[in-house]
C-alpha cells in the first residue's frame, strides 16, 4: 500500500481504513488482541453500554486500549432520538476531556435498527454547531447522505444491510451514488458479515468499513480480525489499480495468439 493514500478524517490521518467496534466479545482481554490483529486505528464505543469511566467501580474499556495506539470514537447505540443522543455524546465530550470525535447513530425502530434518519439529521445540526467531529450512521439514501455532508458531517457511514445481519452490501448503486457525489468520506457500516463483504465496499470505492458483529461473532474472532485487515487492504489496492473491464460474449486470451504453432493436415 502507497504510504500517501491514507485516510483523513476531520484534519486526522490514519493508514488503517478498518474501523472496529468493542461490543459482543466474551472479555476485554479478548476484545484488546482482536483490535491488534485488525491493525485498526479508530475503535467505537457505546458510551450507554460500555464502562468508559462512569462506572468507576467496574472494568474499564479503556484500560485495555492504549491512548497511543487508539483513537476512540464513542458513538450513540441505543439512542432512538435527537435530544437523547445529544446527551449522550455530550456526555462522552465531558467523560473523556472534550473529546469531539464522536460517532452518531439514532435508531428507528429496536427490531431492526434501521436509522432514523429525521432525528438523525436533526442530532446533526446541534453536535456540528456545538463543535463535535461527527461520523454520522444512516441509510443508503443518497439524498440524506447529501443533506449529512450539507450540514457539516465530517463522514457518511451509510449502512449495507441492517445492524449485525451479516447479509453484506444489498444495494452497491445507492452506495456508489453516495460514493460519487460525496467530498468527505464515505464509510460503509453495518451488514458486513465477512471478509469478502469488505473487499467489495473497498472495490466500489468506499474510503473505509466500520464493523463490529462481523469480528465478535464470528468462531474465532482474532483470526477474522486478521482477514478482515486484509480483506479491506485488497479492496482498497484493487480499487487504485482499476479492474479490468466486463466484457460480454466476447473472450479474450490471456495469452497472445500471434505466433502459435497451428496444426496443418498433410
Known sequence: MQVSDQLVIAGKTFSSRLLVGTGKYSSFEQTAEALEASGTEIVTAAIRRVNLGQNPNEPNLLDFLPKSRYNLLPNTAGCYSAEDAIRTLRLARELLDDH???????LGDPNNLYPNVRETLKAAEVLVAEGFDVLVYTSDDPIVARE??????????????LIGSG???LNPWNLQLIIEQSKVPVIVDAGVGTASDAAVAMELGCDGV???T???GARNPVLMARAMKLAVEAGRAAYLAGRMPKRFYS???SSPSEGVISSVKS
Open 251 to 253: 473472450a479474450t486470451p
Open 167 to 169: 447479509m453484506g452490501i
Open 148 to 161: 449529512l455532508e450539507q450540514i457539516g458531517c465530517c463522514a457518511i457511514m451509510p449502512l449495507a444491510s
Open 214 to 216: 462481523a469480528i465478535a
Open 100 to 106: 469531539r470525535f464522536v460517532k452518531l447513530e439514532v
Open 210 to 212: 466500520l464493523m463490529n
